[in-house]
Structures are given as C-alpha cells and as structure tokens.
C-alpha cells in the first residue's frame, strides 16, 4: 500500500476515490491532521503496487482539473473509502497518555523494596563487623556484598 497523494477537500478525496475504483484501483482515503498547513488533509493510499502509477497519473490530472467531468462516477457515495471520521470536530483529542500497563508499576515498587530491604541488612552487618572491631578499620566486604558481587578479587 503506498500514498499518492494529498487533497485538502474531503469532497475531492472521495470523488477522486470512487472515480480510482471505477477504474479497478482499489484505494483508501486517510484523514490526518497537518500541523505544518494547520488544517485536515486527506491521503490516497493505493492498495496494489502494480496500480500505482496509473492512480498517480489520475492523481495529477485530477490535481489540475478536479471539477473535470471526467472524474464524476455515479458511483461517488455508494461506498465510504474514508478510514477516519468524516466530520472534523468529532475528532477528539486526548489530553491525558492512557496508562498502559499500570501492573509493572507494582513491579517496579516491589524491586525497589527489595533493594532497600538488602541495602538495611548490608548497614546492619557493617555496624556488627565495626563493633567487633573496637575501633580498628579495616576494608573488607560484609558477606552479603561478598555473595552479590560479581567479580570477587582473587585476594579474597
């Protein structure tokens, strides 16, 4: 499916549209918002690889002369080829991001509880290893940082 083009008319979208499927070129119409123009467009997809140059060749003409009688079909409002809302103010516009998946949050917090807990039972075994100490200071690893460090010196 590749675009060939943008109309800034919802009406010449569709009529471009049915006058693409008169011809056999199956095609949709996409309705964006173009921040760049500040106003709705509407893009032509084309379904088929093999139909988009001859619907690119239609394109150009109908860019030219879209009031041409050429592109009128009986067949203009039969089917919808929009994929999108016609009218633009039903558009809405979310102002708040959706939360996704709001049970990782419970995960993350579990982890960070994890990591506290282990963080106060290190602090507790360095306080009882400088007690026995009396004083002296000496470097050494508590044996919950010797059991969660990956690479051990080989002095130890």
């Known amino acids: ?9 919802q009406k010449h979208a569709k ?8 011809k056999g070129i199956e095609n949709t119409c996409e309705i964006a918002f173009d921040k760049a123009k500040d106003r709705i467009t509407c893009s032509v997809w084309v379904h088929e690889e093999d139909q988009v140059d001859e619907a690119y060749a239609f394109f150009q003409a109908f860019e030219k002369d879209p009031e041409n009688a050429q592109f009128k079909t009986s067949a203009e409002h039969k089917k919808k080829p ?3 809302i016609e009218n633009p103010n039903q558009i809405k516009i979310e102002d708040k991001p959706k939360r996704a998946l709001p049970a990782l949050f419970g995960v993350t ?3 960070m509880g994890i990591c506290v807990m ?13 007690k026995k100490q009396e004083g002296r200071t000496i470097v050494l690893f508590t044996p919950i ?10 002095s130890l």
């Not at 499916?1 to 008319?9: H, K, T």
């Not at 282990?118 to 290893?129: A, C, D, G, R, S």
């Not at 940082?145 to 080989?154: E, H, K, R, S």
């Open 15 to 22: 009529r471009l549209s049915a006058f693409l499927r008169s």
């Open 1 to 9: 499916m590749r675009i060939i083009g943008s109309l800034d008319s």
């Open 82 to 84: 929009f994929s999108a």
């Open 109 to 111: 917090y579990l982890l």
């Open 118 to 130: 282990v963080y106060f039972l290190n602090l507790m075994q360095e306080t009882t290893i400088a």
């Open 145 to 154: 940082q010797y059991a969660l460090l990956y690479d051990v010196p080989p």
